[in-house]
């Protein structure tokens, strides 16, 4: 994990009201793997103080890319940043998801929403592995798909506009149920009802899942205790440092 003032390249329109934004830093492209994070200080001063946790959801060369909703301060204090302008950047964080293991050689890879970050580096990496990869991708309409960078991209919106009429997880159960892939495991990164329903399908249809999680956090590597995570077996795991991603196994969402 390293922290760096990284300069910032721009922004875009991804869809609505999200936007990607790239910045400069060689070492975070180089170390990062598919699902980790980086908790970025948006603002030089106090407003606001946190940081805020972001998946890493491009890189190319010693760019950087994340992508964001504006959804309160922080997300519109990025949203402003300029080229040439720094943030400050923690990362990267947190544990990868399992991709490089001899147990499926199928990546099903389920993202609803803003849940689409970590997936275009989890293509990568399951390409790099020799793995197939199929993506069911989920939005709330047309517009606010963001399918860059993705392979074998089936899409449904929550209001018909595109795709399958429904949601994300029942997709993709209509070609798991049928055992469409060959050996099978799902990556999954959602709000967290969709993430509930990916494990009731992974448990029922018995294949492998690990879900990346998304909720609130602080420091981000392990120090305030800030977000625990309600384990199976008893006790509680930090999701910064022992996820985000978690078989759906070891975790109570
Ligand atoms: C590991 C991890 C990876 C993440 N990756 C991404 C990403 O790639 N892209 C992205 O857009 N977001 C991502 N998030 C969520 C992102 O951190 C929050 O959206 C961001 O902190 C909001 O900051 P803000 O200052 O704009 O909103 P705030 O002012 O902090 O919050 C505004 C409102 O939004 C609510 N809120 C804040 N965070 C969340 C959340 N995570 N889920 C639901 N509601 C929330 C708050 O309760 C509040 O009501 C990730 C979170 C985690 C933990
Ligand atoms: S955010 Fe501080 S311990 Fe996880």
């Known amino acids: 994990m390293i922290q760096e003032l990284c300069v910032v390249l721009g922004h875009r329109p991804a869809g609505e009201n999200i936007f990607t934004l790239g910045f400069t830093s060689p070492a975070i492209a180089r170390m990062t793997r598919a699902g980790q994070f980086l908790n970025i ?35 519109a204090a990025l949203c402003r940043k300029q080229p040439g302008e720094t943030i400050d950047v923690l ?24 849940g689409v970050a970590p997936m275009p580096l989890a293509t990568r990496a399951l390409r790099a592995s020799g793995k197939q990869v199929v993506t069911f991708l989920g939005a709330h309409n047309a517009g606010s798909i963001v399918a860059a960078h993705l392979l074998n991209v089936r899409l449904s919106t929550d209001d018909g506009s595109s795709g399958f009429h429904g949601t994300v997880v029942d997709l993709a159960r209509q070609s798991l149920a049928r055992r469409e892939f060959r050996r099978p495991k799902i990556f999954a990164c959602g709000p967290t009802a969709m993430l509930r329903a990916v494990a009731r399908l992974a448990e029922e249809l018995e294949i492998a899942c690990e879900v990346s999680l998304e909720g609130p956090m602080a420091c981000g590597f392990g120090i305030c205790q800030g977000c625990p995570v309600e384990l199976a077996g008893g006790g509680y795991a930090l999701m910064c440092k022992d996820g985000p991603v978690f078989d759906i196994r070891r975790i109570i969402l």
Do not use: C, M, Q, W
């Not at 990362?91 to 803003?114: K, M, N, R």
């Open 41 to 75: 200080k948006v603002g030089g001063g106090a407003d606001p103080l946190l940081r805020r946790p972001f998946s890493v959801y491009h890189t190319d060369g010693a760019v950087v890319e994340i992508v964001f909703n504006v959804i309160g301060r922080g997300t």
């Open 91 to 114: 990362g990267p964080l947190g544990v990868p998801f399992g991709i490089e293991t001899p147990d499926f050689e199928t990546g099903v890879l389920v993202a609803g929403g803003l």
